[in-house]
């Protein structure tokens, strides 16, 4: 499969552009174009942190184009989503809903940004008890929902208190309580499947939106991007020596970054193809045990062959 990789570092798709497909919204990730009341969403291979664009992973949009069609069917007896039908391998077509402002983030354990917000007392922002004793990568009694705002692409989204959420009327209190507690149930489907696959769940984000008065799920459900996980056997191990979890997902180069002197501020380092490579292994390997299904590459060029699925579209 290295190889393979290797082979497609120069057929990503970064910038697609696509004509008479009606308005285009370019994303940190994807590219919308709205059409009759529905969403070509196309899922580039553009990879993005610390609210950065930093360059291209080899099949990353149609790892996470699929997983995200994976979880849709997944769990759409949860919560009613916006998926239509799958275009291409990395285009879906969804229902256009009118986004909430907000993401619902749910985390089991300590980690990642709230953890670097829990060192330098940052967590407070949450309105959450907290005791004074967690350790890195501790996980907690029950999951816990820390949401944040959703900006517009080249600003930072900002952590927020639910309580805060609903007295600035971002969401109305029925309709952000629904959120809550679509995205508890979501993440507990998520977390029974990725234990029986031995994976961890460990935290995931959900976005919302309203379509015809109904709250729905958008954009993505449980991929690598979205979500961390953790390989299962590895955490008791790992945690009790102090050591870093074995991660199959996006954290793999914050972790790059932030070793390179990058959290956010000034200009990131370029990435290598070796830290490409590795991503694209890594998602791959998630994929694999994810869906419990062998990942089907599909190599070449990655724009030719998503024109030529786009000019056979019906709408």
């Known amino acids: 499969m290295k190889k393979i990789i290797e082979e497609q570092l120069a057929y990503t798709l970064n910038k697609p552009k696509y004509n008479n497909l009606g308005r285009h919204y370019h994303g940190k990730v994807r590219d919308n174009y709205y059409y009759n009341n529905k969403i070509i969403m196309v899922t580039s291979d553009r990879v993005s942190a610390f609210d950065c664009v930093l360059g291209t992973i080899p099949f990353k949009g149609q790892i996470l ?8 069917a997944k769990t759409e007896d949860i919560a009613p989503n916006h998926y239509i039908k799958s275009i291409d391998p990395q285009v879906l077509l969804v229902h256009e809903a009118e986004p909430l402002p907000v993401e619902v983030i749910v985390r089991r354990y300590i980690t990642g940004s709230l953890w670097r917000d829990y060192k330098v007392s940052k967590h407070h922002v949450y309105n959450l008890p907290f005791r004074t004793d967690l350790k890195e990568n ?3 009694s029950k999951p816990i929902l820390t949401p944040s705002t959703k900006e517009d692409y080249g600003k930072h989204d900002q ?3 639910k309580k805060e959420i609903i007295s600035q009327n971002l969401v109305s209190q029925k309709i952000y309580e629904l959120a809550e507690n679509y995205a508890l149930q979501l993440f507990q489907r998520g977390e029974e499947w990725a234990n029986q696959q031995g994976l961890i769940l460990v935290d995931t984000k959900y976005e919302f939106g309203l379509l015809d008065g109904e709250l729905i799920v958008i954009d993505e459900i449980h991929t690598p991007d979205s979500s961390r996980y953790w390989i299962k056997d590895e955490y008791e191990s790992r945690f009790n020596s102090g050591q870093k979890q074995l991660m199959l997902d996006k954290e793999n180069i914050r972790q790059w970054l932030i070793n390179k002197g990058f ?6 380092p370029p990435l ?5 490579i590795l991503l694209s292994a890594k998602y791959i390997e998630l994929y694999n045990i994810l869906t419990n299904t062998e990942f089907q590459p599909k190599v070449g060029d990655v724009s030719n062959r998503i024109s030529n699925n786009l000019n056979l579209l019906d709408l």
Do not use: C, Y
Not at 65 to 71: D, G, H, L
Not at 263 to 268: A, C, F, L, Q, V
């Open 138 to 140: 501790e996980r907690f």
């Open 159 to 161: 952590p927020i208190s």
């Open 272 to 276: 290598d193809n070796e830290i490409r």
């Open 263 to 268: 959290s956010g501020e000034g200009t990131p």
């Open 65 to 72: 184009s699929e997983i995200a069609k994976f979880w849709f």
